[in-house]
């Protein structure tokens, strides 16, 4: 059974940092490329970093430069360090496992946990 538990949510005020971390358990870890989503109400899903088994990253434009994805083929776990926080950062933050070939296809998630929040307000 595939599990993706997320914690380190939680709220901050702009210009503060959170870590989100996520432990995988039931998957080939080293094998699947990880991602991070968020998602706000009535709004799609949006990939923010994904990182490939291989420790090639991408980062949504909106994050780029603020947030770092990482993992830890040891332990199983995939981070997400965010810094510089917004308001508009504010959402649902969701783990994935999934396929992802840096040099040409777009990241696709096969797996997700259930999510934690993160709200940024002064």
């Known amino acids: 059974q595939v599990q993706l538990v997320e914690s380190g949510g939680g709220s901050v005020q702009p210009g503060g940092s959170l870590r989100l971390s996520c432990a995988a358990s039931?998957?080939?870890?080293?094998?699947?490329?990880m991602g991070w989503y968020r998602q706000t109400p009535g709004k799609q899903r949006e990939l923010v970093a994904c990182?490939?088994?291989?420790?090639?990253?991408n980062y949504a434009d909106s994050v780029k430069g603020r947030f770092t994805i990482a993992r830890d083929n040891v332990q199983n776990m995939v981070y997400l360090q965010m810094n510089s926080l917004k308001p508009e950062d504010t959402a649902v933050y969701y783990c994935?496992?999934?396929?992802?070939?840096?040099?040409?296809?777009?990241?696709?998630?096969?797996?997700w946990g259930q999510g934690t929040q993160v709200t940024v307000s002064s």
């Open positions: 994935s496992a999934g396929r992802w070939r840096p040099s040409g296809s777009d990241y696709s998630p096969d797996y």
């Open positions: 039931g998957i080939i870890f080293r094998v699947y490329a």
């Open positions: 990182i490939g088994n291989a420790g090639t990253t």
